[in-house]
């Protein structure tokens, strides 16, 4: 703890910090360039969804888990997206007065634009379990305390819903604490998968057996659900929208399009009828981690496009390079006139 300390006083000072891991390091810079004051506490609070599906899954386990938790001086808390605490358990009173001066209390804003580095942040901005002990807090009146979180998604359509932390003082804390976060969440998702639907649970089995036959990007779709691969996701698609879309093309169509490039080959779960929903396989899309480099010629494109206008672009400069820059060869390949494609290289700021 004297380590982090010290690495933080010369962080503070403007000197480069040693002997910290290079996580915590990036996580105090990006604290810094959010105008975090790492003096005042002030993380400040919301009105929360305390009801939330995701809450009312999880605390359940939580309250469980911690009847075996009374006099450990642990807290157990679930969070949104946002890093906002919706849901807040403490083993003894004493303790939960203690958090409440510290502003750690529901509703209180820990994403780390607001409290800089601490587990919660670090782990919705990192995807990973995170701990943080003591001076590795970015904000100064967090140095007492040691935290660890983990996010959480949906064990069936993949969503964000927030994530679980465990806190202690900081001398309590040791490397159980990250084990016992990873538990914790184990349990939740566990939970989170009982509860599902068994037409959540049937468009996961369909998604898993199509990605499992298919090169093709993949998009299993329902009312309120949508289970996409990597590709898929990374095209950010609105789940309303394209189940209105679904939903207007009707469970005779065989073909939905997307963007002037981007279609899906549209597959009802069964036939005749969208009452169980859909499978889309994607086509124009090239697959996450395989595309090729954009040719040097090209400038950076325009921040104001859309996904699939981005991955529409992508293609277009693909197509480009394996035609060795000729349009002409390009449009056919792309199934456009020349005038469509030079339209779109303006749009797209592609040469």
């Not at 409440?100 to 942040?121: K, P, S, V, W």
């Not at 089995?205 to 289970?227: C, E």
């Not at 691969?229 to 939903?247: F, P, Y």
Request: with cysteine.
């Amino acid at each position: 703890m004297a380590r982090a300390l010290d690495a933080w006083e010369i962080f503070q000072s403007g000197g480069e910090p040693t002997g910290i891991q290079g996580e915590i390091v990036s996580s105090w810079r990006r604290s810094q360039d959010s105008g975090v004051h790492p003096e005042r506490l002030d993380v400040g609070y919301i009105e929360i969804d305390s009801g939330s599906a995701f809450v009312r899954t999880a605390a359940p386990v939580l309250e469980k888990i911690g009847d075996t938790l009374v006099g450990s001086a642990t807290c157990l808390v679930l969070t949104d997206t946002n890093g906002n605490l919706n849901w807040r358990w403490v083993s003894e009173r004493s303790l939960g007065r203690a958090l409440d001066r510290y502003e750690f209390a529901e509703g209180a804003r820990y994403g780390e634009a607001h409290a800089g580095t601490n587990a919660i942040g670090v782990a919705l901005e990192s995807g990973r379990p995170a701990m943080i002990v003591g001076g590795e807090h970015y904000k100064q009146p967090l140095h007492r305390w040691a935290c660890a979180a983990m996010p959480i998604a949906h064990p069936i359509t993949g969503q964000p819903l927030g994530t679980v932390n465990v806190t202690c003082r900081a001398d309590d804390a040791n490397h159980l604490l990250r084990m016992a976060v990873r538990l914790l969440a184990d349990e939740i998702t566990s939970a989170l998968y009982a509860a599902a639907t068994a037409k959540q649970r049937r468009l996961l089995d369909v998604f898993l057996n199509y990605r499992a036959t298919t090169t093709s990007p993949v998009i299993t779709l329902y009312d309120h659900i949508m289970i996409a691969d990597e590709t898929a996701t990374s095209l950010n698609l609105d789940q309303g929208r394209l189940w209105a879309t679904v939903r207007e093309a009707g469970p005779t169509a065989r073909t939905i399009r997307l963007s002037a490039m981007v279609t899906a080959r549209m597959f009802p779960v069964t036939p005749g009828t969208l009452a169980d929903g859909v499978v889309l396989l994607l086509a124009g899309v090239v697959p996450v981690g395989r595309q090729a480099a954009l040719p040097a010629s090209a400038e950076p494109q325009p921040a104001r496009l859309t996904p699939i206008e981005r991955a529409e672009a992508q293609i277009i400069s693909n197509v480009l390079v394996e035609c060795a820059g000729n349009k002409s060869a390009a449009a056919a390949k792309l199934g456009i006139s020349r005038g469509t494609l030079y339209q779109k290289l303006r749009r797209y700021r592609l040469k």
